[in-house]
């Protein structure tokens, strides 16, 4: 009995559990380490339900981080697009909010 109501939490907790696409744009690569942190076990985010995803019409959350290129722009909108409704898009550090470091570079076409 125990066992049935356990198992029917943790599977309702699954089904709302978010699934995110990691895009890493370029960048310093600062933020990419700290997010690669969340996933190993020490934080383990897939224990409370959350999954890296490969796919974005599988995901739920976009988690850019790094300068939005010029090169990777297209690439970028195209993701957006195939990402399922209601779209959730993180900027993650200051390169992908406000171009951090490389705010004078010429091949950044912005946040």
Not at 55 to 76: E, F, M, Q
């Amino acid at each position: 009995m125990l066992f049935r109501l356990v198992e029917k939490t943790l599977n309702y907790a699954r089904k709302k559990s978010p699934w995110f696409l990691h895009l890493d744009t370029g960048g310093c690569n600062g933020c990419s380490i700290e997010l690669f942190a969340v996933l190993n076990p020490r934080y383990d985010i897939e224990r409370f339900g959350g999954l890296s995803k490969a796919n974005p019409r599988h995901t739920d959350i976009l988690l850019i981080d790094g300068a939005v290129t010029k090169k990777i722009r297209p690439r970028l909108e195209r993701i957006y697009q195939q990402t399922p409704e209601p779209k959730v898009v993180v900027a993650v550090g200051s390169c992908a909010i406000s171009k951090g470091i490389f705010h004078d570079a010429y091949n950044i076409d912005g946040p």
